[in-house]
């Protein structure tokens, strides 16, 4: 794109916030043991929302793990690690105060700690 436009990284990247806006993420590893896994995982089945700090879900996608994607576009995956005891969370939202009010929410509701 810089070549083809002959605009520098950061007119491109301006253009790219202004049309669409900045998102914040962040990936929380989580360890826990075999049991903990288990119980999560379970938990992790019934686990339905119908908002998250305050924003109305969009849908629900099971490929991997739980994606709770909501109606402003910011979403949730929680995952378990395929070769280590872990669990993922990973959160995406337009700035770090809704990330970390999605993160709390989902955290509390899954109990999301040491057992």
Known sequence: MLAATGKSFRQLNQEVVE???????????????????????????AYAPKTIAGVQVD???????KKIILDDSSWVLIRPSGTEPLIRLYVEAANPERLEAMRSEVVSALALKAD
Do not use: F, H, N
Request: aromatic share 2%.
């Open 59 to 65: 849908s629900l996608d099971e490929t991997e793990g």
């Open 19 to 45: 049309k669409y806006g900045i998102m914040t993420s962040s990936r929380i590893d989580l360890r826990v043991t075999a049991p903990q896994k288990e119980r999560i995982l379970s938990d992790l089945k």
